[in-house]
């Protein structure tokens, strides 16, 4: 489906983002054993050392000395394997649960076109055998905000259109961007932004809470308030530099896999200029999302068909820039010459 003179854009595209990526998350696993190692360790030698400081002086002294007498290297392992241990239980359960959440979510929302539009579900019946994939199960979205985008790989796929898209577009136009969702499919860009999105939700995942607020409970009171706020601190700047190196990474191939989709879409339709009305009208209905900002940037963000109405032209835009597309799509038409 993706023409040939696209393959290796978005071949560069993909190696880049997947490399980046890859990177992130090795960045992310490190920070992940080192914070719950960390803050373990800590706790257990801060307790150990206060219960025996004030019910054993010397041995609180012998403890204390015992850790500033061990190596860097020693520190290090001990807190890694520590944080290895402790990562399945306290990190990785919480962060998968969340993930399957949220695909559980978007995959099963709304009602089955089947039931109650059984014309689109004709249409992408129809599209996914032009494209020999696997037909995907369409679901209608009660939501007044136009939205359609795609989730999973060709054989088990969900395609979600809320009822703005219907109210929005005439079935010429429905089917066109039926297209567009079916061509992600065919290109496999599913299981692609799968890879990409994960790592962003770990990365939110880890992101620190509120600064940590001083109170005068003890004197080593400020000690503590200290610690805790260079830790923070310091997850601040790293996770912040994860989540946007994620944000680059997506951009990068979102923007790619985007503009081999509508030129797919106009092939299995024949009719480009029928996309760029579709595209046209629903850029035109966009409004603010009045849902959770934090679900529509995940939600519709990367997978929708249209970036957010707030983003902003960007190396870290999730969509080539709608005027573009359009203009594409319309000189794609042969009768515009």
Request: hydrophobic share 45%; aromatic share 6%.
């Amino acid at each position: 489906m993706v023409p040939s003179w696209s393959l290796l854009s978005l071949g560069v595209r993909m190696l880049v983002s997947l490399s980046m990526i890859a990177l992130v998350s090795a960045t992310i696993l490190g920070v992940a054993v080192v914070v719950a190692g960390g803050i373990a360790v800590g706790s257990v030698v801060f307790v150990l050392y206060f219960v025996a400081l004030f019910v054993f002086p010397s041995v609180g002294e012998a403890l204390l000395t015992s850790v500033l007498q061990l190596s860097s290297l020693t520190l290090i392992g001990i807190i890694s394997v520590v944080g290895l241990v402790l990562l399945p239980s306290l990190y990785l359960t919480p962060v998968r649960r969340e993930i399957n959440e949220f695909r559980t979510d978007l995959g099963t929302t709304g009602t089955l076109a089947t039931d109650r539009h059984p014309k689109i579900a004709a249409m992408a019946r129809r599209l996914a055998q032009q494209a020999s994939v696997p037909e995907p199960d369409v679901r209608i979205v009660n939501r007044d905000r136009p939205e359609t985008y795609t989730l999973g790989g060709s054989a088990n796929s969900t395609i979600i259109i809320t009822r703005g898209v219907i109210q929005q577009l005439d079935d010429p136009e429905i089917e066109a961007v039926l297209a567009h969702e079916v061509s992600h499919l065919s290109n496999g860009d599913g299981r692609l932004v799968n890879y990409l999105l994960v790592p962003l939700l770990i990365a939110e995942e880890l992101k620190p809470g509120a600064r940590p607020r001083f109170q005068l409970v003890h004197t080593y009171a400020f000690v503590l308030y200290l610690g805790q706020l260079f830790l923070w601190a310091g997850l601040r700047v790293i996770t912040t530099v994860q989540l946007w190196s994620c944000y680059l990474a997506i951009g990068i191939c979102s923007r790619g896999r985007e503009l081999a989709a509508d030129t797919a879409a106009a092939e299995l339709t024949g009719q480009p200029h029928t996309l760029a009305s579709a595209l046209t009208k629903l850029a035109d209905s966009r409004g603010q999302p009045t849902e959770d900002l934090r679900t529509h940037a995940r939600s519709a963000g990367v997978l929708d068909i249209l970036p957010p109405a707030q983003e902003l032209r960007s190396p870290f835009s999730t969509h080539p820039s709608t005027e573009r597309r359009i203009e594409r799509l319309r000189s794609m038409q042969p009768d515009s010459k």
